[in-house]
């Protein structure tokens, strides 16, 4: 663009007639066609079909069907709170202020993985906590965390994938073998991963549950120096194996009903233990475990005393968006960040916008 | 030239090209951001900040164009034109606010933080309220593309008076150096 030379300014618009108004024309129009087209690749309307949170979603409702307000994936769950009491020395590898001594309330969500609401509890299924720590001045903490020792993906794209390998065939109502099959061969991390999940017996509840951030964090304190770091949730509570299933059978819902019950008789405690890399640890690899001497740092005790239905509480309408963290932590380099929060946050879109059906965990359940 | 001007004002020239180069980027990286899995978290940290700043620099450009005197319109426009140029004007000065404001009060109605930059944070415009968050959700998402739209519209009118008028109609808003000429005022 720019002005043009002075000589043709006086020149009367009808003038430009034929071959020259045309292609000036062709001008106006090649350059708003580029600047729309860009605008259209950058949202994924054209081009290739690239995995995009919208399509990830997708196929959390392909594979679990879509039950209106409800989470696509830990869609079964309920709603805790209580509080946090810091023992201030996470302070030395973060200046998060989580960190500092003192008490912060809580709110949470149990949940088991998958994305069917009124599926039935079993011990095998992922157990899954969000927990959003309230600090000072509006910052929040949010974590969602497992109960898996490692994650089974490194990247989006192989969750996805085997997403897509794990849903029912049509023909026979269960997932085709060969399709997870082919998964793990072309994902021989995910074996290494699930064969490390599979070797650890689950706990016999939620309460006796040890739940892991998975994902690694770069945490900074107040010198400036970074840390990369893990952390786990562990019961304070005694930890015993899960139950044979057949005492499992008569009650749907017996780990949320055995939680309810804990909760009741006395508030439930997690010690927040940090685990900070070592050299040669991966941070942008979940499947991976670190070696376990590595530095442990007792960060405090988190009480949860209060439990609630999604259809009541609060934590149903939070999205435990792993990415919203106070100063002094920050994301790592691994994918699976970036991608979590892009995932949660476009099912929380979905979600929010729809007429709530009511919780198979109800308050007249969590009230018992 | 004060009472008769030829030429938006300096500081209107400044503000016009930086804003349309901050409503570009914010409008490619609003778009890039939700088709994104692993940009998605640099993008949307770029793009709370951006878009308060945009919120300010728009309240900034409100009151500045309430205090000056513009430039005539070229005689090349038809009456016509003229109502479309101003009603899209106040439609872009409109989603100017209207954006920020939206996206800031469905982050509130999300009952999310709005994280600025470090410990930086604003407090929250509404309640918490799933309803409104998804309102206030998809509203953002028209807005912008009613954005997009109009921004189209006013570079094709540009364009065309420019390329095809020749009237000069762009040098009222140059920041680059451009010979007088007396095209405006002629005709």
Same mark, same amino acid.
């Given at each position: 663009?720019?002005?043009e ?12 007639g034929?071959?020259? #108004? ?28 690239? #995995? ?42 973060s ?9 912060l309330?809580v ?17 095998q ?5 969000g ?22 993906f ?13 849903a ?28 490390l ?16 951030? #998975? ?43 055995? #939680? ?6 006395g ?36 009480t ?65 | ?16 090209w ?20 692993g ?30 005197t ?9 009456r016509?034109?003229r ?5 899209s ?20 109605a ?19 309220d ?46 680059w ?11």
């Open positions: 663009m720019g002005s030379p002075n000589q043709l300014s006086d020149a009367a618009p009808v003038s430009f034929g071959a020259g #108004l045309v292609l000036r024309l062709l001008v106006i129009a090649v350059v708003i066609a580029v600047i729309a087209g860009l605008f259209l690749d950058a949202g994924g309307w054209i081009g290739s079909r690239k #995995l995009t949170p919208a399509r990830f979603v997708d196929g959390f409702e392909q594979v679990f069907g879509v039950h209106a307000g409800f989470r696509r994936n830990h869609a079964k769950g309920v709603d805790v709170s209580g509080y946090f009491e810091s023992s201030g020395q996470g302070a030395d590898i200046k998060a202020s989580v960190f500092l001594a003192g008490r309330p709110v949470g969500r149990f949940s088991l993985g998958g994305g069917k609401p009124y599926a039935a509890d079993a011990a299924s992922v157990r899954g906590l927990i959003l720590f309230q600090l000072p001045h509006g910052e929040e903490w949010r974590t969602a965390m497992v109960n898996l020792p490692v994650f089974p490194r990247t989006p794209q192989a969750f996805y994938e085997q997403l897509l390998a794990s029912p065939d049509p023909a026979t109502g269960k997932p085709d073998p060969a399709k997870m099959k082919l998964f793990l061969e072309q994902h021989p991390e995910s074996a290494s991963a699930i064969q999940i599979r070797s650890q017996k689950p706990a016999s509840g939620f309460d006796d549950t040890t739940f892991n951030s #998975l994902n690694s964090f770069r945490f900074v304190n107040s010198l400036g120096e970074t840390a990369s770091v893990r952390w786990s949730l562990i019961p304070v509570q005694s930890s015993n194996p899960a139950q044979a299933e057949s005492v499992q059978q008569s009650d749907t819902n017996y780990l949320f009903d055995g #939680l309810i019950a804990a909760i009741h008789k508030p439930l405690q997690w010690r927040l233990i940090l685990t900070v890399a070592g050299p040669g640890d991966p941070s942008d690899d979940a499947t991976i475990p670190w070696p376990p001497d590595r530095r442990k740092i007792d960060a405090g005790i988190l949860l005393d209060h439990i609630e239905s999604d259809d009541t509480g609060l934590a149903r309408d939070i999205n435990f968006d792993p990415l919203v963290l106070p100063n002094g932590i920050s994301a790592s380099d691994d994918p699976l960040l970036s991608a979590r929060s892009a995932v949660y946050s476009q099912d929380f879109t979905r979600r929010e916008g729809e007429h709530k059906e009511p919780s198979p965990i109800s308050a007249a359940e969590t009230g018992k | 030239m004060a009472s008769n001007p030829t030429h938006f004002t300096p500081l209107s020239r400044i503000l016009h930086l804003m349309a180069a901050m409503l570009l980027a914010m409008l490619f990286i609003g778009v890039s951001m939700v088709a994104s899995l940009d998605y978290h640099r993008l949307v940290a770029i793009h709370r900040p951006l878009g308060i700043m945009i919120l300010i620099l728009a309240a900034i450009r409100l009151v500045n164009r309430m205090l000056t513009l430039p005539p319109f070229p005689p090349t426009m038809s016509r034109e109502f479309l140029a101003s009603a004007e106040r439609l872009l000065y409109t989603l100017m606010f209207a954006l920020p404001l939206v996206g800031w009060g469905m982050l509130s999300g009952h999310y933080p709005i994280v600025m930059f470090g410990p930086v944070h604003l407090p929250a415009i509404l309640p918490a799933p309803t409104l968050y998804a309102i206030l959700r998809k509203t953002h998402t028209i807005l912008a593309y009613l954005l997009f739209l109009t921004f189209l519209a006013h570079l094709s009118a540009v364009l065309f008076h420019t390329l095809i008028k020749r009237d000069h109609l762009l040098d009222r808003m140059a920041l150096p451009v010979r007088t000429h007396g095209s405006i005022n002629k005709n």
